[in-house]
């Protein structure tokens, strides 16, 4: 069955986050994840997967340095995470632009607060807007954009910051059946052509197989590490081709199969 797939080894070179014994409790009344320990490697996309309340993005959030952990930490390049860093760049699920500030400003925004001059910046916002698919609507304001393009906006701002790792909270979640699958083509295009880490939090089983290296399972709460599935799906063809894959079709069935007795 694919849900035994072999994960390759990890070696310290290519690791870029270590998640060292995280445990996180709230108000000392519920514990919403249990003793984590996972690696994230360069280059690699990992979808949290799991029942509603199992702290995928509660994990997701203390490795952008959102949250603290109550136990444990993580690591970033071998040192300890005691906040956000400009080694990582979280997209939010509601996309988090400012209403009053055009797209190319959106875009722009991290990288004026580090410092980055107009020119440059705006240079480089331009550069990821045409990523995403954006080109010709610099000029245009959030209210003037459907969902899916303010959340191409809040893809773009992360990244011009050109963050290492790039964090995801469901950011598929608020568009159209359509709008999702263009933007997980995208996603694939953008991960061969940017090399960057993404960690990505979703509930669809669907799209964690589809976009997928690694997918973690997590067990219902308290959130605890299930187990690590790693897709063998070629995804050098045609985005579409994957859907129909037999290979994608048997791996949504297993892993929905080790998740249906946790669904309410």
Same mark, same amino acid.
């Given at each position: 069955?694919?849900?035994?797939?072999?994960?390759?080894?990890?070696?310290?070179?290519?690791?870029?986050?270590?998640?060292?014994?995280?445990?996180?409790?709230?108000?000392?009344?519920?514990?919403?994840?249990?003793?984590?320990?996972?690696?994230?490697?360069?280059?690699?996309?990992?979808?949290?997967?799991?029942?509603?309340?199992?702290?995928?993005?509660?994990?997701?959030?203390?490795?952008?340095?959102?949250?603290?952990?109550?136990?444990?930490?993580?690591?970033?390049?071998?040192?300890?995470?005691?906040?956000?860093?400009?080694?990582?760049?979280?997209?939010?699920?509601?996309?988090?632009?400012?209403?009053?500030?055009?797209?190319?400003?959106?875009?722009?925004?991290?990288?004026?607060?580090?410092?980055?001059?107009?020119?440059?910046?705006?240079?480089?916002?331009?550069? $990821?807007?045409?990523?995403?698919?954006?080109?010709?609507?610099?000029?245009?304001?959030?209210?003037?954009?459907?969902?899916?393009?303010?959340?191409?906006?809040?893809?773009?701002?992360?990244?011009?910051?050109?963050?290492?790792?790039?964090?995801?909270?469901?950011?598929?979640?608020?568009?159209?059946?359509?709008?999702?699958?263009?933007?997980?083509?995208?996603?694939?295009?953008?991960?061969?052509?940017?090399?960057?880490?993404?960690?990505?939090?979703?509930?669809?089983?669907?799209?964690?197989? $589809?976009?997928?290296?690694?997918?973690?399972?997590?067990?219902?709460?308290?959130?605890?590490?299930?187990?690590?599935?790693?897709?063998?799906?070629?995804?050098?063809?045609?985005?579409?081709?994957?859907?129909?894959?037999?290979?994608?079709?048997?791996?949504?069935?297993?892993?929905?199969?080790?998740?249906?007795?946790?669904?309410?």
């Amino acid at each position: 069955m694919h849900m035994t797939q072999t994960i390759v080894a990890e070696t310290e070179a290519d690791q870029i986050i270590e998640v060292a014994g995280i445990h996180k409790t709230y108000g000392n009344v519920v514990t919403a994840l249990q003793d984590i320990n996972l690696g994230f490697q360069r280059g690699e996309l990992t979808s949290l997967l799991g029942p509603s309340g199992c702290g995928k993005t509660t994990l997701l959030k203390i490795i952008a340095g959102l949250l603290e952990p109550t136990e444990g930490e993580v690591r970033v390049h071998g040192k300890p995470v005691t906040g956000p860093g400009p080694e990582r760049a979280f997209v939010f699920q509601d996309f988090a632009l400012m209403p009053w500030a055009t797209v190319i400003k959106n875009a722009a925004f991290g990288l004026e607060l580090k410092g980055v001059a107009l020119e440059e910046r705006e240079d480089r916002a331009r550069h $990821y807007i045409n990523e995403v698919g954006l080109a010709g609507f610099e000029d245009k304001y959030p209210h003037e954009l459907s969902g899916g393009m303010r959340q191409r906006v809040g893809l773009a701002r992360a990244l011009a910051v050109e963050a290492e790792v790039l964090l995801m909270d469901e950011p598929f979640s608020a568009v159209d059946e359509q709008t999702r699958r263009k933007f997980q083509e995208d996603l694939i295009r953008l991960r061969e052509t940017e090399n960057k880490t993404f960690i990505l939090v979703t509930h669809s089983i669907e799209e964690a197989v $589809y976009l997928s290296d690694r997918i973690v399972l997590l067990s219902p709460r308290p959130g605890r590490l299930k187990q690590i599935v790693a897709p063998e799906i070629d995804r050098s063809g045609d985005p579409e081709a994957i859907r129909r894959n037999t290979e994608y079709l048997d791996l949504i069935d297993d892993i929905w199969a080790g998740l249906r007795d946790y669904v309410e």
